[in-house]
């Protein structure tokens, strides 16, 4: 235990020196071309080149979780806080396990607001891409690697964009905390949980926090034609399905056979899914977005609260499943289990739901609405797990900072709220009163949006460096005193 722990040091130690020697290879390189008369580089051109190879190096940190290790993740994230002065704490939330935390203090004339990124990424099989997932390359004017958008290269967008307001100089209002996380994409206990449960008073002064959620949702062409800001997930809701009865032979049917009355239930659950229910950001959202859709949706998006009470209207509508699943909670049934002999009647048939359900709606609400339309009180309903979230308001000076910033970078775009129908970790600090975004403004089709949890994740260096020019711009409108 001893040997392996120091084995683990030494290891940790040999990787600090490499990424000191790459910290200081691109500091080197940033501060020659500043030096050198001959070529002009403006602060925001020698921030994107430095944010480019900063994420390059962080790629090149294996942090799938599981298992993890994001303490190597974390060891360089507070290597660079460190050297560029500022005052780095890392909290271990388990083995391998690690937080950063880091303050660039203001006045303190207005609240905080907290830059929360995740550590760790999901796993990549090497054979299945077209470069190393860890490799941190850039092939084609892209950079490769798991995490490029989800989420290492929005970290990166975070912190060079702390570092450019701490070096600008310029008097802030409030302090800007950045808080890198592990284990978000197993739940968070390790990570995000942990955080709250164990130093929320370090971030107990915060107003606002941007996180990972939403994206510039760009077409095929390259053409952007929305800015998503996420205010709020759907809340995550795992149920079983128990049905039992009496076994017996095969050969002689019974018509309540605990498989038949599961069965019988999920069917009712699939032809009876549950009625839409338009939250007022999903209204916004849809009515900000249809001028830039052509008819019917046009028409239809203007006012979908008509639009979804028009059955074959709304099933159109629906064959988007992400516009339909912010639109209604869902039920997908997964798992299934029942029998062990083809000729024995099982006593027990189960089946697992993923359920999601809409920011405000209640658990046991929920539950009560399924039993109805099961119509069998003998199938026990069981919960598996449950995540609730609440929506962030977007008539904030926040929402209004990225309002205006992203209108000057991308005039015409329309900016729109948004809920996500997959979870992250906003809403752990939802839960504490800090209004919470998803807000990422990288240009995303649908081809890299498939590669984030997908194989051959990557991001365009121009897209990147764009992405950092929004963010920082973002964050001194919210902190510059004026
Ligand atoms: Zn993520």
Redo the contacts with the bound molecule.
């Keep these: 235990m001893a040997r392996e722990r120091f084995a683990q040091r030494r290891l940790l130690g040999a990787l600090t020196l490499a990424l000191s020697l790459s910290v200081t290879v691109f500091q080197f390189n940033s501060a020659a071309i500043a030096e050198d008369g001959k070529i002009s580089q403006s602060p925001l051109a020698a921030a994107q080149s430095e944010a480019v190879s900063l994420l390059k190096a962080y790629l090149q940190i294996d942090t799938t979780n599981p298992p993890g290790n994001e303490s190597k993740g974390a060891e360089f994230l507070a290597k660079v806080l460190k050297d560029n002065g500022l005052e780095a704490q890392i909290f271990e939330t388990g083995p391998g396990r690690s937080c950063v935390y880091a303050r660039l203090k203001g006045s303190g004339k207005k609240k905080a607001i907290v830059l929360l990124n995740?550590i760790d990424v999901v796993p990549a099989r090497a054979e299945d891409w077209k470069n190393p997932p860890f490799g941190g390359l850039e092939v084609d004017g892209e950079i490769w690697g798991r995490g490029a958008i989800?989420?290492k290269g929005i970290a990166i967008t975070q912190l060079e964009s702390l570092l450019m307001l701490k070096r600008s100089g310029k008097k802030l209002d409030r302090d800007v905390i950045f808080l890198a996380t592990p284990d978000?994409?197993v739940g968070g206990n390790f990570g995000a949980n942990w955080f709250v449960k164990n130093h929320a008073d370090l971030i107990k002064d915060a107003e606002f926090l941007f996180n990972?959620g939403a994206f510039i949702d760009t077409a095929d062409d390259g053409k952007a034609r929305y800015s998503g800001v996420a205010v709020s997930e759907k809340s995550v809701l795992w149920l079983s399905l128990t049905a039992r009865g009496d076994a017996g032979h095969a050969s002689m049917p019974m018509r309540d056979s605990s498989v038949n009355r599961l069965l019988q239930s999920l069917n009712k659950i699939v032809e009876n899914p549950p009625k839409p229910t338009v939250l007022a950001p999903v209204r916004e959202y849809f009515k900000r977005i249809s001028p830039t859709v052509g008819e019917p949706y046009r028409s239809a998006f203007a006012d979908i609260d008509e639009s979804v009470k028009k059955p074959e209207l709304y099933e159109d509508i629906k064959k988007d499943k992400f516009k339909s699943a912010m639109l209604a909670n869902t039920i997908s049934p997964t798992v299934l289990k029942a029998g062990y002999k083809t000729n024995v009647i099982p006593a027990e048939a189960y089946a697992e739901l993923d359920c999601r359900i809409l920011p405000g709606v209640d658990k046991d609400t929920f539950i009560n609405s399924l039993k109805e339309t099961m119509k069998d009180s003998s199938v026990e309903v069981g919960v598996l797990d449950w995540v609730h979230t609440d929506a962030s308001p977007y008539d904030t000076t926040c929402f209004e900072a990225i309002s205006k910033v992203l209108g000057k970078n991308l005039p015409g775009v329309p900016v729109v709220p948004m809920v996500m129908p997959w979870f992250?970790d906003s809403h752990w600090f939802r839960d504490l009163g800090i209004a919470s975004y998803g807000f990422a403004p990288f240009k995303i089709d649908q081809d890299h949006l498939a590669s984030m949890h997908g194989k051959d994740e990557r991001i365009q260096v121009g897209n990147f460096n764009d992405a950092l020019k929004i963010f920082s711009e973002v964050l001194e409108e919210l902190c510059v005193a004026k």
């Design positions: 995740h989800d989420m978000e994409e990972e992250t």
